[in-house]
């Protein structure tokens, strides 16, 4: 399906959006990772379209318009996902979040818990503050350093000082071989250069000073809406998972086999069943 595509005024940023449209159907918004490295999700998209309106955006600072402006807050990115939903005049949605936006989706439902129909976790980055998104990024380091190459790890080494420094292309060297490693021995094409094309610097590097000085998210407890939360069982994600189980208490957990951090890549078959079947498909 081709979708309708929107530019949306939010704060100090400009979003473009893709919409999926079913009349009169519940809606899913899809959040992908980072910040700062959009990706449509293609098969999670097609699959969900089959029987929801979906919407996928490119987060702040993403994409190829004028984002010097932009600023990235926690708030902000909050509100991008308030605008959205006042765009398309939705009162309530499901959101499907992957890594960096497992951990988005998680934020926007704790200060807006009437909107939420579902959460759908999909290897979730475990929190915020100083400790756990410190020691995400810790097991996110490591797992790159295992699947790298001597040559390759220097590369990126080099090319994350130059991304923080801010050159795009930099960035866009160093999330091309991150995405590489993350696929290594499942059988996935690189990177598409137009997906890369749309990573920038500032969400990366100016995103995440907000996330480490953010408080820590409490416990959701049993919520009144469906969580799943799921891990590949061979995930960039490792014990700093605990304190996502331990938030979500009420919440179906799954560990997808032969898996790494792209279930929709790896094990299709097991992770879009388990999609078909949260959402009833």
């Known amino acids: 399906m081709i979708p309708e595509t929107f530019t949306i005024h939010s704060g100090s940023c400009s979003i473009e959006a893709r919409l999926y449209p079913i009349t009169g159907a519940e809606t899913v918004i899809l959040l992908h990772g980072g910040p700062g490295v959009p990706d ?28 010097r402006k932009c600023t990235y807050m926690i708030p902000d990115y909050l509100q991008d996902v308030n605008n959205l939903a006042g765009f398309f005049s939705l009162p309530a949605f499901h959101l499907f979040g992957h890594s960096w936006g497992g951990l988005y989706a998680q934020l926007y439902a704790s200060e807006n818990t009437e909107r939420i129909l579902s959460l759908f ?39 994350s000082l130059l991304g923080i420094l801010g050159s795009n292309m930099a ?36 995103t995440r000073p907000f996330i480490v000085a953010h408080s820590p998210l409490r416990s ?3 919520t009144s809406y469906p969580v799943i939360i799921t891990y590949g069982d061979n995930d960039a994600y490792g014990t700093s998972r605990k304190f996502i189980y331990e938030r979500f208490p009420g919440a179906r957990l799954e560990v997808i086999p032969n898996c790494g951090h792209t279930p929709w890549k790896h094990n299709p078959k097991v992770f879009l069943n388990l999609l078909k079947d949260f959402y009833s498909i």
Not at 43 to 63: A, H, M, P, S
């Open 40 to 67: 449509d999700m293609t098969e999670v998209r097609e699959i969900l379209n089959q029987k929801y309106q979906v919407i996928t955006f490119d987060q702040r600072g993403t994409g190829t318009g004028d984002h």
């Open 121 to 159: 976790l999909c290897s979730p980055a475990s929190g915020c503050g100083p400790v756990v998104w410190k020691m995400t990024e810790r097991e996110v380091l490591q797992y790159n350093r295992m699947r790298s190459t001597r040559l390759e790890w220097l590369g990126m080494g080099f090319n």
């Open 171 to 206: 960035c866009r060297r160093l999330f091309r071989q991150v995405i590489i490693n993350y696929h290594k021995g499942y059988h996935v094409e690189p990177p598409e250069p137009e997906k890369l094309a749309k990573i920038n610097a500032a969400p990366v590097n100016r």
């Open 220 to 222: 959701f407890g049993h």
